[in-house]
């Protein structure tokens, strides 16, 4: 199964953009990248998803390179209640096993 | 749209003793996910149904593990003989039938084993 590389933590400032890097270069071309986030006591929640060009929807955009081997989760005004654990997953084409790794947990200070 | 629900939120229990929990994914959901967490991991899969079928197990599910979705609505994960190391996050996630996979979670059972 290809696999993600997040890095554990990252820090950010209320009200400024946050960039959340996630490496695949396993990636197959039936691969798509999905971000979830899981708040405090909370089930994960879905943010994102794409294939091979970038997207954006009123959570977040995501940013993905053009070998498709790296992508970035753009929260564009971190707010404090983005403070979570970010999962960036790939999900292969009409599998449903999603695997989640660790993630990175996002803390925003304000 | 009332979400996946979970029942218990949370559950203590002595080693040995059997334990069920229940999920109800959202209505006309078709697929229905159960995972693990463990403190500071990611969610593990654990198994899959759709519809009442149940279409996947993970090798992490041991023959302590059973899983039911009888009529294809309602979901029980059932842990007998329950060892410490059971001790983690249920969560149960269900998502449509068709289209791409976008998982809804509930909000997840906190199993502790004495």
């Known amino acids: 199964d290809a696999k993600t590389t997040q890095p554990n933590s990252m820090e950010s400032n209320e009200e400024e953009p946050v960039h959340l890097p996630c490496n695949h270069s396993?990636?197959?071309?039936?691969?798509?990248i999905h971000w979830y986030r899981q708040l405090p006591s909370q089930g994960p929640e879905y943010v994102i998803h794409?294939?091979?060009s970038n997207v954006n929807n009123r959570m977040a955009s995501l940013a993905i390179a053009e070998d498709r081997k790296s992508s970035t989760l753009i929260l564009h005004r971190a707010t404090l209640r983005d403070a979570a654990v970010y999962y960036c997953?790939?999900?292969?084409?009409?599998?449903?096993?999603?695997?989640f790794g660790a993630g990175t947990r996002l803390t925003v200070k304000p | 749209d009332t979400g996946v629900s979970q029942d218990p939120r949370h559950k203590i229990t002595k080693r040995g003793q059997n334990v069920t929990f229940r999920c109800d994914p959202i209505?006309?959901?078709?697929?229905l996910y159960w995972y693990r967490q463990t403190l500071g991991q990611g969610p593990e899969f654990l198994t899959y149904?759709?519809?009442?079928?149940?279409?996947?197990k993970s090798r992490l599910l041991s023959d302590r593990f059973s899983a039911e979705r009888p009529k294809g609505s309602f979901s029980t994960l059932e842990i007998q003989r329950t060892e410490q190391g059971d001790s983690a996050m249920y969560l149960c996630?269900?998502?449509?039938?068709?289209?791409?996979?976008?998982?809804?979670f509930g909000s997840g059972t906190q199993l502790s084993v004495l």
């Open positions: 997953i790939l999900r292969v084409l009409n599998n449903n096993d999603m695997r």
């Open positions: 996630a269900s998502s449509p039938g068709t289209g791409d996979v976008k998982l809804f």
């Open positions: 396993t990636i197959s071309g039936t691969d798509y």
């Open positions: 209505s006309e959901h078709n697929r």
């Open positions: 794409g294939l091979t």
């Open positions: 149904f759709q519809n009442e079928a149940q279409l996947e």
